[in-house]
């Protein structure tokens, strides 16, 4: 991925020489190689696999009203209070809200426990 991202910055210099001496027109074009730039250094930093093995899955509006999903671990049970809620690094809930996304990776030869 490392070639890729190089390959757009010095395409992003190309478009910024241009857009010095005036082509105007290609601001457009330079914030979209920007914006691509930022997404594969994300993927990089995050060391996702291949994109074959990522389903991307929109969290529906189920227009009940304003709500968020919660996540919880079931710890394998039924009963919800053995259930403990997901939380991040500074200990508070992670909620999430419709239209966000999962990204849900493929064992494809790999097991998952």
Known sequence: MEYAIEYLKKEREALLSLIKSGASDKVDKKVEIEHAISWLQKLQELQFPDAKRCEFIRLPDTESGFFSYRIMND??????????????????PISLLFDDFLIKISSKGQKRF
């Open 75 to 92: 710890c394998e049970s039924e009963d919800r209070d053995d259930w403990i809620e997901l939380k991040d690094d500074n200990g508070q």
